[in-house]
């Protein structure tokens, strides 16, 4: 029930605070520009007698899988910006006095802003990646149904940054809890690339640091189950989709289980943090 | 009735080398108002957060009516005013009452009726729609004080709760002390201005550098006198032959400091002198006044 309230509580101030407003002008910009983009770019192959209908479906599918990596990258950052004060800054701000002096527990106010923020979050990727995929089977005639992995792996990873931001938040003022956090996901960003390049020279020393990247904050790996998805929408040969947008090596599923379990974790660090805090 | 409101044994509390709190026994009774007073620093906010459970004790215990401090039960008793008073700007005054009164868990009725009445407590009907970021810094302590109201608990406490205040608001805030009083709710009273508490107190504990150094019923507090007397020969042997202990003396002069409970006691002390033959050229009569008290008592003890 509490928990409830407080999650209330923060969606009602993301969108007071204008957060929400601000979100769907940069989203929404961005989706504009990108619809832009893909029907020039589509007007210019779709008319290019050298490209076979087999090419043309390989770039199409670039495009959706450029334009789905972006939207991640988006969300990500939401999602660590959401949650990046949101336990210290209110108790350096005094808000956090008068609500935890309520009968309410601490974990209740963890989870509550927790479940604010992702419903919020649940709605962004949602809203924007239906967008997308429907701009590009309208402008392309090409409808690509295993694109909707990507919100689901988005929205998974989305979730987990929330939980370490808001853990973080617990033990660090929000600078530094930004600072580590989006670190933290940076790295495992470049050590996806490390993984692959450790796949292509053959060396297990700089495959494993990639993979260890992964368990450090799996957000990467969930990307990864998305972009194969897509690369197998496109058609294309595996070879073709190395970069930073997909990957040679598709996560196993285990990878989930393990990213559930990091999620799980990270939320109960979350309220350990708080519980021990003073306010 | 027999339960204190709230009761605090060897209470301790240390925030790495700061030692905030060193062993604090309180004993609050229910349906009084209580001050806690001391200077800047002394402890007091760290006392109140620990009765609420926002601050984890470092040692001893706390109960609120019986019930664990910090646990939901004994928050549930207590309406607070947090002494920084910062609420969520972004919220209109009904809407942040309205929120408070959820997480106290009021039904929706309840929660009309009682933030209406709130806000015309504390003089803010006609703010209901604007956003706490258009308030002034009074303007958002009043509004503190109707959200630790707002649910009808047994117990108030109350950090500073007129630091912000002009002196209408300060004689507002009094008044509702009293009807708090009057309708046997407790009021805990965390403060420094001395006037206020001493119009309003029943009882005080003062604090300095985390020890309570006097606490009790606060007129036997103020009928406390201090007597100087300059005495004649003898002097010595009466006072100690009746058990009466100088706080300070000079034989060598005849100057002698004693403490009495009032005017009485006073008369009882010449009387006795006088009886045993001992010569009274002086006697002066400090009366304390609470201020007096306070700063003695923390002159005192920051030796
Ligand atoms: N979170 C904290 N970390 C470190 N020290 C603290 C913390 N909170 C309080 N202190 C220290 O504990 C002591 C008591 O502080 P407290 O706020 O309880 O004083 P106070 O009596 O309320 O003072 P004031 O009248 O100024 O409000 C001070 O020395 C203060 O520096
Ligand atoms: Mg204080």
């Known amino acids: ?279 | 009735m027999d339960q204190a409101a709230i009761r605090a044994t060897g209470l301790r509390k240390s925030f790495g080398d700061t030692h905030a709190v060193r062993g604090i026994d309180l004993d609050v009774p229910q349906g009084e108002v209580f001050g806690f007073l001391g200077p800047n620093g002394a402890g007091k906010s760290t006392v109140v957060k620990i009765i609420l459970g926002l601050v984890q004790a470092s040692a001893g215990e706390v109960t609120v009516l019986g019930h664990p401090a910090g646990s939901l039960a004994a928050r549930r008793q207590i309406g607070f005013l947090p002494e920084t008073f910062r609420f969520h700007q972004w919220m209109h005054a009904s809407e942040f009452l309205d929120f408070h009164g959820r997480l106290a868990g009021l039904d929706r009725d309840t929660r009309r009726k009682r933030v209406d009445e709130m806000l015309e407590l504390v003089g803010l009907a006609h703010r209901r729609r604007d956003r706490l970021s258009t308030f002034s810094k009074g303007m958002h302590q009043r509004i503190g004080l109707a959200q630790a109201l707002l649910a009808e608990p047994p117990l108030v406490v109350l950090d500073e709760p007129t630091s912000a205040l002009d002196p209408i608001g300060r004689r507002d805030v009094r008044d509702i002390i009293r009807n708090l009083r009057a309708a046997g709710i407790t009021v805990f009273l965390n403060s420094h201005l001395l006037s206020e508490v001493e119009q309003v107190c029943d009882q005080v504990a003062i604090i300095n550098r985390g020890r309570i150094v006097a606490a009790g019923d606060l007129r036997e507090l103020l009928a406390a006198r201090e007597v100087e007397l300059r005495l004649g020969e003898g002097a010595e042997a009466a006072l100690r032959a009746s058990g009466l202990q100088p706080v300070s003396e000079q034989p060598a002069d005849g100057r002698y400091v004693l403490t009495a409970a009032g005017d009485e006691e006073i008369a009882r002390i010449t009387a006795h002198l006088a009886g045993a033959g001992v010569s009274i050229y002086e006697v002066q009569v400090r009366s304390n006044s609470l201020e007096d008290l306070f700063v003695r008592l923390a002159d005192a003890t920051d030796q």
Request: charged share 10%; net charge neutral; glycine share 10%.
């Open chain 1, 1 to 279: 029930m509490n928990l409830w309230v407080i999650a209330e509580h923060t969606l009602r101030e993301a969108v007071r605070r204008r957060v929400v407003l601000a979100a769907t002008v940069v989203i929404g910009g961005f989706l504009a520009l990108y619809g832009v983009g893909v029907w020039f770019g589509y007007r210019d192959i779709s008319t290019d007698p050298d490209l076979t209908m087999s090419m043309q479906r390989v770039i199409v599918g670039f495009m959706l899988q450029g334009g789905m990596w972006s939207l991640n990258f988006v969300a990500s950052l939401l999602a660590i910006f959401l949650a990046v004060g949101s336990i210290s800054g209110e108790i350096d701000q005094g808000t956090m006095h008068a609500v935890a002096a309520r009968p309410v527990c601490r974990a209740q106010i963890v989870l509550g802003k927790f479940l604010g923020n992702l419903m919020l979050l649940t709605v962004f990727i949602g809203v924007s990646t239906a967008i997308m995929i429907a701009v590009v089977s309208i402008i392309t005639g090409q409808y690509a149904e295993r694109a909707w992995t990507a919100p689901f792996a988005m929205l998974f990873a989305a979730a987990i940054l929330l939980a370490v931001t808001i853990a973080g938040s617990t033990r660090l003022g929000s600078l530094a809890n930004g600072v580590v956090v989006f670190t933290l996901y940076a790295v495992a960003l470049v050590g996806g690339v490390i993984e692959q390049i450790g796949n292509f020279l053959d060396n297990p020393v700089t495959f494993d640091i990639g993979i260890a990247t992964s368990v450090l904050l799996p957000t990467r790996a969930l990307w990864d189950l998305a972009g194969a998805q897509l690369a197998q929408e496109s058609g294309a040969a595996s070879g073709m989709t190395g970069g930073p947008f997909s990957s040679l090596n598709p996560p196993s599923g285990w990878m989930l289980l393990v990213a559930g379990v990091y999620l799980l974790l990270a939320l109960a660090y979350a309220i350990r943090g708080f519980q021990r805090r003073d306010i």
